[in-house]
T-cell receptor, first 113, second 115 residues
């Protein structure tokens, strides 16, 4: 059973560009979570999604950030008009419907030049 | 709001010795879950051990065990017989049983195991 997949592992963008981060949950998992890790910090919750539904986006910045988890395909975290402060590691996790243990992907390291 | 505090930014231990990492948390909830995650240089987040607050017995996983003191809101991780592969950042995390998904992490402790 493959683990949580994230791609790309590393992403470099210039200020003002868009960043798209992808997450494929583990097989059988229908819950996806996104976290952001700034340098020297722990992970911070951003958003919790189920298929075609955003359950809780209380940790998402109000502007430029959006997330989706379509019926088919991976979950996408989209950052529009990136700024240097968006440079961070973005982790995706997934869990089965009835469990609370979250399995993490390897993360995407975003660097904004 | 729930908070998690790890007061030791860095620690080191000699191979084969025992080390304890500290974690305290603040919550008004009664039912919750606590976790220790390991983040090695590869940056992959790996679950080390979990504890349900309603269980009095401390969780153990091979060389890893916790000392859970609910009244003191303390959740320390003990690593016995330390190995070089234990070198990593260790994060304590809290999950309020009611939310069941919004993990709150501490800032982490960098553990170095020396040969």
């Amino acid at each position: 059973n493959a683990g949580v997949m994230q791609n790309p592992r590393h992403l470099v963008r210039r200020r003002g560009q868009e960043a798209r981060l992808r997450c494929s949950p583990m097989k059988g998992h229908s819950h996806v979570y996104w976290y952001r890790q700034l340098p020297e910090e722990g992970l911070k919750f951003m958003v919790y999604l189920q298929k075609e539904n955003i359950i809780d986006e209380s940790g998402m910045p109000k502007e430029r950030f959006s997330a989706e988890f379509p019926k088919e395909g991976p979950s996408i975290l989209r950052i529009q008009q990136v700024v240097r402060g968006d440079s961070a590691a973005y982790f995706c996790a997934s869990s089965p419907p009835a469990g609370n243990e979250q399995f993490f992907g390897p993360g995407t390291r975003l660097t904004v030049l | 709001a729930q908070t998690v505090t790890q007061s030791q930014p860095e620690m080191s231990v000699q191979e084969a010795e025992t080390v304890t990492l500290s974690c305290t948390y603040d919550t008004s909830e009664n039912n919750y879950y606590l976790f220790w995650y390991k983040q090695p240089p590869s940056r992959q987040m790996i679950l080390v051990i979990r504890q349900e607050a309603y269980k009095q017995q401390n969780a153990t996983e091979n060389r890893f065990s916790v000392n859970f003191q609910k009244a003191a809101k303390s959740f320390s991780l003990k690593i016995s017989d330390s190995q070089l592969g234990d070198t990593a950042m260790y994060f304590c995390a809290f999950d309020w049983g009611g939310s069941n998904y919004k993990l709150t992490f501490g800032k982490g402790t960098l553990l170095t195991v020396n040969p």
